[in-house]
């Protein structure tokens, strides 16, 4: 009995926490937009929820949340992988791709980003994409063994 007590007020608690953001992020694009101080929600609490709404599989909130804060916060590469493999998991891929561009763009040493990339264009039937991104990382880590096996699984 003690544990339900405990289980419905994080429920709660997270529940509260999900609907101020979302008040507060409403409020700032009511505004035009508004500023950063107006929106009031740092990187560390955004990426929270969104880990939470992401492994609650709510992907259509992830995604709209996370869209939201990016329209602020461009260069966000935290939150953009995020809805990045959001939309993968929602089955949008192909925007899934585009936002991994981005990530890698902003942070090309990402090589897990680069990966997801590779394993989004495997998944689209875009395979030589998908090659060339493993071969980068190749070229960069020879010992990459993510990239050692996801070569072979396209050879063999």
């Not at 409403?26 to 950063?36: C, Q, V």
């Not at 992988?81 to 791709?97: C, E, H, M, R, S």
Request: proline share 1%; glycine share 4%.
């Amino acid at each position: 009995m003690g544990n339900d007590f405990i289980f419905i007020f994080l429920a709660i608690l997270i529940i509260t926490v999900l609907v101020y953001i979302l008040y507060k992020i409403m409020l700032s694009t009511e505004r035009g937009g508004g500023t950063e101080k107006e929106l009031q929600i740092t990187s560390e609490e955004i990426l929270t929820q969104l880990t939470i709404l992401n492994k609650e599989k709510k992907y259509h909130i992830v995604e709209s949340l996370a869209k939201n804060y990016l329209s602020k916060k461009p260069h966000d590469t935290k939150v953009r992988t995020i809805l990045a493999k959001a939309l993968y998991a929602y089955g949008n891929t192909y925007d899934a791709i585009a936002q991994a561009k981005t990530v890698i763009k902003y942070k090309p040493d990402r090589s897990d980003m680069r990966i997801f990339l590779a394993n989004c264009y495997m998944e689209t039937n875009q395979v030589n994409d998908a090659i060339n991104i493993f071969q980068e990382i190749l070229d960069k880590d020879h010992e990459n063994i993510v990239a050692i096996k996801e070569l072979a699984k396209i050879y063999f």
